[in-house]
């Protein structure tokens, strides 16, 4: 007599096999070097920028008449700028604000996307080839022209960066999602699960979307690094965050005329945005080798 396996997601909701399922994911984590440069660095950036109201020296905005474009010194350990203005004390708070917007920018775009290319990719049809359609268009143009265009007609600071993610960035998670749903959809634990009775949003909820989700919340990792980058675009073109808030972006734009003679100015906002990306993409990386299965 042929037995039917159940489906993974059945033996998952018990204690014990989610306990399982944790302790191999920190067990890949653990010995992924990918995973523990990544997560050391980003954590490091995280902590700094939180810690920014206890640790920065002064103000951002506070300004040092007497020592206007200063070089580094006991008082001011990175220097000042044009205006007299603590170069360290901005660069913690620029992060503060670029990493803020930027976790931020890609929560609707996550949530909303991984949720549509899962129900198109599970339902087919008519519903799938519209969104497809829509998909299609969007990605079509180029990305920061889109955004730039978009914040232009919306209006700069924040709001115009949320909505211009909101409207732009949802469709890579829809696609990513949409080709993993079409394996998911195909398997023999969902066949199982149908023939069982279950409805399709309980199919979808238990069954479908925790094993198409994974792939977006790697994703995630990416997709931060690549707002925060257009965050910095944005504020290097005056679209961004508005002064007197720190911005990477506009901390490069402000010293860029200096480069000959206070090259730091430019130099260490572009090397935090590097390092942000480098620890973020890393993470990510990590991140898909410790969730992956293994056989």
């Known amino acids: 007599m042929s037995t039917t396996s159940a489906p993974r997601e059945d033996f998952d909701e018990t204690p ?8 191999g994911f920190w067990r890949r984590a653990r010995r992924s070097p990918t995973f523990i440069a990544g997560a050391s660095i980003t954590g490091m950036i995280v902590l700094l920028a939180l810690l920014a109201p206890v640790i920065s020296p002064y103000a951002p905005d506070h ?7 200063s070089g580094f010194s006991h008082k001011h350990l990175l220097g000042t700028d044009q205006l007299g203005r603590d170069e360290l004390s901005r660069l913690l708070w620029a992060a503060r604000t670029d990493l803020q917007v930027g976790f931020i920018a890609v929560i609707f775009p996550f949530l909303f ?3 549509l290319g899962t129900l198109t990719g599970y339902f087919g049809g008519w519903f799938d080839n519209i969104v497809m359609r829509v998909v299609d268009v969007v990605i079509a143009f180029p990305f920061y022209v889109f955004v730039i265009g978009l914040v232009f007609v919306v209006g700069e600071g924040t709001k115009g960066i949320y909505i211009a993610f909101a409207v732009v960035d949802w469709v890579i998670y829809a696609r990513a999602v949409r080709s993993t749903t079409l394996v998911v959809r195909e398997s023999d634990y969902v066949a199982a699960a149908r023939g069982g009775g279950l409805t399709n949003v ?3 909820w238990r069954h479908v979307l925790p094993n198409t989700i994974t792939q ?3 994703y995630v990792m990416n997709d931060i690094v690549l707002a925060i980058v257009a965050v910095v675009t944005l504020g290097y073109l005056g679209l ?3 002064p007197p808030t720190p911005d990477w972006g506009s901390m490069i734009s402000d010293g860029q005329p200096f480069l000959t003679t206070r090259w730091e100015l430019a130099t260490l906002p572009g090397i935090a945005v590097a390092l942000t990306g480098l620890g973020l993409s890393l993470l990510g990386d990590g991140l898909a080798d410790a969730l992956r299965p293994q056989s």
């Open 63 to 69: 300004q040092d008449l007497y020592n206007i474009l």
């Open 240 to 242: 961004g965050i508005q």
């Open 113 to 115: 996307g991984s949720l």
């Open 216 to 218: 977006a919340v790697v």
């Open 16 to 23: 014990i096999a989610r306990r399982s399922t944790a302790n």
């Open 202 to 204: 309980r199919i979808l």
